[in-house]
């Protein structure tokens, strides 16, 4: 059974910071790419980052370029999303995916 469980996600302030962390589980994790997903009420869900199999490489939605860093740990099946100069706009769900599977979602809420 596959799963993806991610966890971080909160209330912050506009400039605040927050980390995403998703676990995946039944599949061989370092064998795929990963990238998290955001969809905001009313919007399409759309690739905010990805990060290759090994995590050299990485792309990035030009929303979060510069912001929002993408990276993995293999040795513990975990993809993270570090969010730093948060704006209400990214404001979302945020969903991690690896080999067409997805996670349940996190909230992010920037708000003051």
Not at 2 to 30: D, H, K, M, N, Y
Not at 39 to 63: C, I, W
């Amino acid at each position: 059974q596959v799963q993806l469980v991610e966890s971080g996600g909160g209330l912050v302030q506009p400039g605040g910071s927050l980390r995403l962390s998703c676990t995946v589980s039944g599949i061989a994790f370092r064998l795929y790419s990963a990238a998290w997903y955001r969809q905001a009420p009313g919007k399409q869900r759309e690739l905010v980052a990805r990060v290759s199999l090994g995590g050299a490489t990485t792309n990035y939605a030009d929303s979060v370029r510069g912001r929002f860093t993408i990276s993995r740990d293999n040795t513990k099946n975990t993809v993270y999303l570090q969010m730093n100069s948060l704006k209400p706009e990214d404001t979302a769900v945020y969903y991690c995916m690896c080999k067409d599977y997805w996670g349940q979602g996190t909230q992010v809420t920037v708000s003051s």
